[in-house]
């Protein structure tokens, strides 16, 4: 009976140091409303920032790709916005176009939320309060890497040129981890510069194939400028750590594969 006893008091002990948690989701009164709430702010230094749209998506939406099922008007120049959402669970995501339209994808230089993904729920007769942190677009969306420049002491350098040696702004370098290159990639410069530069930051050394484009939506389409290293030869850069490649030449030419509908599609 005491071994029980000490047992049961250990168990007591133990419930009583267990760190408590609790639903993070602030409701508030909706005056009648159902929906969600908040203020959408800079990720780098809190600023709040206007004319951002909030997407709501249905949580068992098998991507967020096209058209929300509801879209709030743009933020105001507090960052603030509020929308009317029926009860359920929802995905949350906010976006920003610097072409100031409410739809369509997402380029570089736009907007987006950090998390790209948020389920929350929305109660009858309450207001789901949700902040937004955002983040830039540095390189086109659709790659593993998020979109997010991370600069590392490890890479390669070069130019985009198309047949006639002039320089290619607005192109970007790409980089896969092994020779399959019709999918998408897993590491993405920015935007080349007006002299066609580029920096392909990496997280450590290897072997890596390379390859450009102009756009980032879909496989390349006929007539698009696109350039593999090395011409049509998939041959790879070793990368040493620490270290980078430099002086990478590639020249882009127009497409002349076929198309195929709906591949290397981005996630937002």
Known sequence: MRQLLTLFLLLGLLAG?????????????GNGRSGLTGKVTLKKDGQPLSGVYVNVYPSHAPNLLGPSTYISSPTSADGNYSIDVPPGKYFVVARKRTSGMATGPISTGDYFSEDSRLVTEIKAGKLTQIDLPMLNMAAPMFFKQGGIINVTETGITGVLVDSTGKPLPGGFAIAYTNNDIQRLPDYASALTNDKGEFTLYLPQGGEYYLAARMHAWDMPRPGELYGKY??????????????FVKNIKMVMEPFTGVYKEGMNKRPL
């Open 17 to 29: 140091c267990a760190p408590m948690t609790k639903d993070q989701t602030n409701f508030i009164d």
């Open 230 to 243: 090395d011409g049509e030869v998939v041959t790879p850069i070793k990368v040493p750590n620490k270290g």
